[in-house]
T-cell receptor
């Protein structure tokens, strides 16, 4: 079955710096790669996603890149702000099924 | 509110009790999910319902029993749980073809 690894488990950055979180997956049939942000006391919230026919996608300060050959994808947050502090999860699925596999999460701290 | 409402937010139950978790979505989605979130573990898929039919049962013990009476409501019936079942139980919904999930805020379950 699919296996998703996420690194680092904890990331601390200074406000204004960039943050990068990386994930690798094992199943080459996977074709949908979302990222979720979970704040304290809330459920995960979808913040950006990418499909396998695209190499990069941007939404304001957030971008995701995908390397299908190497089976890895990354979340990039630029100009970080204290409100970006949260746990971020990568996930992998494919359009043929209902099973989404999540990474273990990265706890991001943005220091003011 | 995300459009997915879970009740109760917190639940403490004894090992011999029977209780139910409720999830309601107001988004018109046609798939609903139960996930278990434990400390230091990835999100674990428990059950998937598509068009009110169970399509995934991820080797979950029989002390957890799901019910999906219609496309807007999902229940998780609990009986004779163990302390290791203490976790955050998250409900999510999605629309087939879009793949991204909308999560509720979860029920924090403590088994004593």
């Amino acid at each position: 079955g699919e296996n998703v690894e996420q690194h680092p488990s904890t990331l601390s950055v200074q406000e204004g710096d960039s943050a990068v979180i990386k994930c690798t997956y094992s199943d080459s049939a996977s074709n949908y790669f979302p990222w979720y942000k979970q704040e304290l006391g809330k459920g995960p919230q979808l913040i950006i996603d990418i499909r396998s026919n695209v190499g990069e996608k941007k939404d304001q300060r957030i971008a995701v890149t995908l390397n299908k050959t190497a089976k890895h994808f990354s979340l990039h947050i630029t100009e970080t702000q204290p409100e970006d502090s949260a746990v971020y999860f990568c996930a992998v699925s494919n359009t043929g099924g209902f099973k989404t596999i999540f990474g273990a999460g990265t706890r991001l701290f943005v220091k003011a | 509110e995300t459009g997915v409402t879970q009740t109760p937010r917190h639940l403490v139950m004894g090992m011999t009790n029977k209780k139910s978790l409720k999830c309601e979505q107001h988004l018109g989605h046609n798939a609903m999910y139960w996930y278990k979130q434990s400390a230091k573990k990835p999100l674990e898929l428990m059950f998937v319902y598509s068009l009110e039919e169970r399509v995934e049962n991820n080797s979950v013990p029989s002390r957890f029993s799901p019910e999906c009476p219609n496309s807007s409501h999902l229940f998780l019936h609990l009986h004779t749980l163990q302390p290791e079942d203490s976790a955050l139980y998250l409900c999510a919904s999605s629309q087939a073809g879009t793949l991204g999930y909308t999560f509720g805020s979860g029920t924090r379950l403590t088994v004593v």
